[in-house]
């Protein structure tokens, strides 16, 4: 599958800012990341808050059985396919920051699989005195007998990456390896790989990704690997990659204007040769000498028109040629869409929403064309595809549902039969819970679908303690699953859980993500507030017994419209959030994120972007909820700055509010399994405190 996501390639860049946003911001020195000012204020704000949430009676009990859920033996390790063995990372009480390791498909099949370890990062963080994290591993095809390993220090996007030899366990001394940075790796050959380094000014691009495709010989030094290509500095990256295809391989740089555009190239013979793809479009696989694309938006070939949203596939060649041999493979409607693609040795797999529910469709070809069929999924629910093998047709996926625990099957994508593998336990009592879904009419007259999950003997008495989760940007979509942490802690505590899949995100396809897009930013949180209304409409609940919660885009949704609409919430959670839109694209990747949001130095755009950037609008005069903003000190994506401003502001202009920031964590805002233990505890004490206080003894 060719889908790189740039919220996780490597880069990051603090550039200089400014110069009248800085005289205009009391609170700029904030944006020191680890400075002793900074810290100190970090350090004795978390003092100031997590006193009062570890105090509240239910903070405890919740952390307890967190730790519980996360650490779970029970839980299902998860397969990555290679090579026909399985590989999983598995973090438990005893492995806090996780083992690699391996076993056999047969293996895999039985209760307690025979795991080879591969790597402990814990005795490796112990010896090397780092706070190593996981950053996953890329594996040499066809042989999988070297990878390359990153290692992140406490969790943030920059890692170490060092050539590992499965057969030794070991790391190879004399191989491939980058300090700490944002660079990109990935194999080539046996010995030579693909670099986009950013160890220097003029490497990196504005967003602090690479700008260079180098390939890099073994042997030499990485400042004598040669480039083949360089892209411009307002770009957002460009890296290259092989793409393997049985036993064709195609080397592609793929260059990245910006966030939603692509331009790809087929590297062959020392030539960079175009392939004729429209910018907006995703390679997303190949399969038999075809490319299969996905479209963001109309394509015209010849005199035929291919629409928004639709897959199609045809001959590579045809691509470097005016006119592409295309075929249609999948053209959703209004109410559905493509959320991913992904091969296996001989079939292309396509995993489709229809009105948020999963279908998983299978596409083979031949010399007659595309034949397409369905694999066996449980209806109503959430599908999405764990791993696919390239040297056959089996696959895994897994199966959820707001009350359903996750379940995780195997499937042969040749035939499209299915079986279960094994189910998570129920972490929490469903009895008595109910789903519904409802729609919301926002200010523009858009239909905005929203799920509500209910307790036991739940009542429409305006109420019920409710909290709403969206995300609405970057395409994203978020869909109906389980979570022990969120039943045990909310939901069997009363409280009602609303996911709403507001225009931003990816529930429908490319057109509900260009609905909320730079200008029309607000129509996102004009859906939240619809929602909310809806709720109250609905007599769910009251603002008194309503909050909101988001992270990253998602927590400045909730930060715009706890600015907005202070009246309709009692509590806002707004994790690892961009809430300083002047200069958000100042501050590591931000810069990559102009096409979402628009560039704050263009008045025209500044014009829209100021009219709902928190830090900018949060108002002395305004009363406010209680909010709780927290953040990571390690997070090289969103820079901490913008929640430590925020706070900052508020606190100076008089209003309560609530910090945490973990001094690691990345922008995940935490680094660990008992990390993620206790933030997740210091967010539902908060909520149970702001939304179901106790009631006071006569």
């Not at 083949?228 to 064709?248: K, L, N, P, Y």
């Not at 066996?376 to 599908?383: F, H, I, Q, R, S």
Request: with cysteine.
């Amino acid at each position: 599958m060719m889908r790189t996501s740039l919220l996780a390639l490597a880069g990051a860049l603090v550039i200089a800012g400014n110069t009248m946003a800085a005289e205009d911001d009391p609170f700029l020195w904030l944006e020191a990341v680890e400075g002793e000012e900074a810290l100190d204020w970090a350090r004795a704000q978390n003092e100031r808050s997590l006193g009062r949430l570890e105090a509240h009676p239910e903070f405890a009990a919740i952390h307890a059985r967190n730790l519980e859920i996360l650490t779970s033996d029970d839980r299902i390790a998860y397969p990555a396919l290679r090579g026909g063995q399985v590989y999983n990372f598995w973090r438990d009480a005893e492995h806090v920051r996780g083992i690699w390791r391996r076993t056999t498909l047969a293996s895999y099949g039985q209760d307690e699989p025979e795991w080879q370890l591969l790597l402990d990062v814990d005795r490796l963080a112990e010896a090397e005195d780092r706070n190593w994290v996981w950053a996953g591993a890329s594996c040499r095809y066809p042989e999988y007998d070297r990878c390359l390993v990153g290692l992140s220090i406490g969790g943030a996007d920059a890692a170490v990456r060092r050539e590992f030899d499965l057969a030794t366990r070991e790391f190879v001394a004399d191989g491939f390896q980058l300090p700490e940075s944002k660079s990109s790796l990935g194999w080539r050959d046996r010995d030579s790989v693909f670099l986009g380094p950013v160890f220097s000014d003029d490497q990196v691009t504005d967003s602090g990704y690479p700008r260079l495709v180098q390939i890099w010989q073994r042997g030499t030094p990485k400042e004598e690997a040669r480039t083949i290509f360089t892209g411009e500095r307002t770009d957002v990256a460009s890296f290259g990659s092989r793409q393997w295809d049985g036993e064709d391989y195609y080397d592609l740089i793929v260059r990245v204007p910006d966030f939603f555009s692509r331009i790809y190239y087929l590297y062959r013979d020392d030539e960079v040769m175009e392939l004729n793809v429209p910018r907006d479009a995703e390679l997303a696989g190949i399969l038999d000498g075809q490319v299969a694309i996905q479209l963001k938006s109309d394509w015209q070939v010849g005199e035929q028109t291919f629409p928004q949203g639709a897959l199609v596939a045809g001959p590579v060649e045809s691509f470097l040629m005016e006119t592409p041999q295309l075929s249609l493979l999948v053209a959703p409607d209004e109410r559905s869409s493509i959320t991913a693609v992904s091969t296996t040795e001989g079939v292309l797999l396509v995993s489709l929403l229809d009105n948020v529910v999963g279908k998983l469709l299978r596409f083979s070809h031949d010399d007659k064309g595309w034949h397409r069929a369905e694999v066996e999924v449980p209806p109503l629910g959430t599908v999405s595809v764990v791993s696919t093998d390239d040297r056959s047709d089996r696959l895994f996926f897994t199966y959820t549902g707001f009350l359903t625990p996750t379940s995780l099957y195997r499937a042969d994508a040749a035939t499209g039969k299915s079986e279960l593998v094994r189910s998570e336990p129920a972490w929490f009592d469903s009895a008595g819970m109910t789903v519904a879904q409802y729609e919301a009419m926002s200010a523009d007259g858009e239909r905005i679908p929203y799920f509500v999950v209910m307790p036991p003997g739940f009542e429409a008495d305006g109420q019920n303690p409710t909290v709403i989760f969206a995300y609405g940007g970057f395409e994203v979509p978020y869909l109906p699953s389980y979570s022990g942490i969120t039943g045990s802690a909310w939901l069997e505590r009363g409280g009602v859980y609303v996911l709403a899949n507001i225009r931003g995100g990816g529930e429908f396809g490319p057109r509900w993500h260009q609905a909320a897009l730079k200008e029309n930013r607000q129509r996102a949180f004009d859906d939240l507030i619809a929602v909310a209304e809806d709720l109250v409409e609905r007599n769910i609940t009251s603002p008194e017994h309503l909050g909101i919660r988001g992270g990253s885009n998602g927590g400045l949704l909730v930060g715009a419209v706890m600015v907005q609409r202070p009246d309709l919430f009692n509590a806002v959670v707004s994790q690892v959030p961009l809430l300083d839109m002047k200069r958000f694209h100042l501050l590591l990747a931000g810069a990559s994120w102009m096409a979402e949001y628009g560039n704050p130095d263009d008045p025209e755009q500044w014009a829209y972007i100021s009219k709902y950037s928190p830090y900018q609008n949060v108002s002395a005069d305004a009363e406010y909820p209680v909010a709780f903003f927290a953040t990571s000190t390690r997070d090289d994506r969103v820079h901490p700055g913008h929640a430590r401003k925020m706070v900052a502001k508020m606190l100076d202009q008089g209003h309560e509010v609530l910090y945490y920031e973990n001094i690691e964590g990345g922008h995940g805002g935490a680094a660990n399994l008992k990390q993620s233990a206790y933030l997740n505890a210091l967010v539902f004490a908060y909520l149970l405190e702001r939304l179901a206080p106790a009631p006071v003894a006569e």
